[in-house]
């Protein structure tokens, strides 16, 4: 442990500029399969070595740079995986499994960044080259992080005093299906588009849900929906469209749900606090580089609830996931 206190700040200088040496060395510890070679148990390099078949010095420096990321416990030279890299980078029975996600930035989104200066620069993403089996990866990717914000959203919201759910133009099937397995009295519909409706049936019918669930593949503008919701979700729509848009998306939210329903808006958001909550900004950075998408401000999205007909009130800030802003039908 160091005896020294670093009273210039610099420390914290570099701790920033070198996370991507951190990152990296997490993607090739879960693509190497470092963490699935400890779901056997605790080992040391050595052993490690031997269970990977990766040479013992590079398995030395990633678990060492693991440990020290709080990711791996190391007592005497052995090294065990913590309960959240168990759960979640072993490919562990009935757990998320995030290692396409970690693949998905690895493969898609770190080349990308390697040319966030002329983003900056420009205001303009990086071309996206999603041709072969770079689709899959980006789908795969992205989705299993959305099954990441659809679960931490259940545990953090009470589903069960709903009963009509109706996920609007949303991205996955994972947040209606979270919901609906937290809540047994609650029906659930999906609307959206081609590839996203498609992958949304498969996601409600696969957690078990899909008898309860209805699909609507058609525009959330124009699609024949009943009325009545108690429950609206609107999750990562902002970011994907402009003001305008956004604002006839919550206008439509508004016509299709019961007085007093509730709205769910999930997506990331700028904040006007004196240290802004990193996550937010660095997904602004992520989807500028990307597609061009934008971050919006959160007070300048509860503008365009309050001009739709919806009451904003209190925003849950979902840990290492999006904030969700909880608005009520006036």
């Given amino acids: 442990m160091s005896l020294y206190q670093d009273s210039s700040g610099a420390a914290r200088i570099v701790e920033v500029a070198t996370g991507y040496m951190a990152a990296k060395q997490l993607f090739a510890a879960g693509e190497l399969g470092l963490f699935a070679a400890l779901a056997s148990g605790p080992a040391s390099a050595a052993d490690l070595a031997r269970r990977t078949g990766l040479p013992e010095r590079t398995v030395r420096i990633l678990a060492d740079a693991m440990s020290g990321l709080g990711l791996l416990t190391r007592t005497g030279g052995v090294y065990t995986n913590t309960p959240a890299t168990d759960r979640h980078l072993t490919g562990a029975a009935g757990e998320l499994d995030l290692r396409p996600f970690l693949t998905f930035l690895e493969a898609i989104s770190y080349p990308h960044w390697l040319g966030f200066g002329a983003s900056a620069r ?5 071309p996206l080259d999603l041709d072969g089996e770079r689709m899959e990866v980006f789908l795969t990717g992205v989705m299993t992080y959305n099954s990441l914000h659809a679960r931490t959203l259940a545990a953090h919201y009470d589903f069960t005093p709903h009963r009509r759910a109706l996920d609007l133009g949303g991205l996955s099937g994972a947040f209606l299906a979270q919901a609906m ?3 047994p009295e609650l029906r659930g519909t999906f609307c959206a588009e081609g590839d996203l409706a498609v992958f949304a049936k498969r996601t ?10 209805e699909l609507a593949a058609a525009d959330p503008f124009t699609a024949d929906l009943t009325t009545g919701y108690d429950l609206v979700l609107l999750e990562h729509v902002v970011h994907r469209f402009g003001p305008e848009r956004n604002i006839r998306y ?4 508004r016509e299709l749900a019961a007085p007093g329903a509730t709205l769910l808006l999930l997506d990331f958001f700028l904040d006007a606090d ?13 989807y500028l580089v990307i597609d061009g998408t934008t971050v919006y401000p959160e007070d300048e999205v509860r503008g365009w609830l309050t001009e739709s007909g919806w009451e904003p009130g209190q925003t849950l800030c979902l840990p290492g996931c999006p904030r969700v802003i909880v608005a009520y039908a006036r």
């Fill in 122 to 126: 420009t205001g303009e993403p990086a």
């Fill in 181 to 183: 397995n937290a809540a």
């Fill in 204 to 213: 409600l019918d696969e957690a078990g849900v899909g008898d309860r669930a």
């Fill in 250 to 253: 919550a206008e439509r939210a």
């Fill in 274 to 286: 004196p240290v802004q909550r990193v996550v937010d900004a660095l997904h602004a950075a992520e």
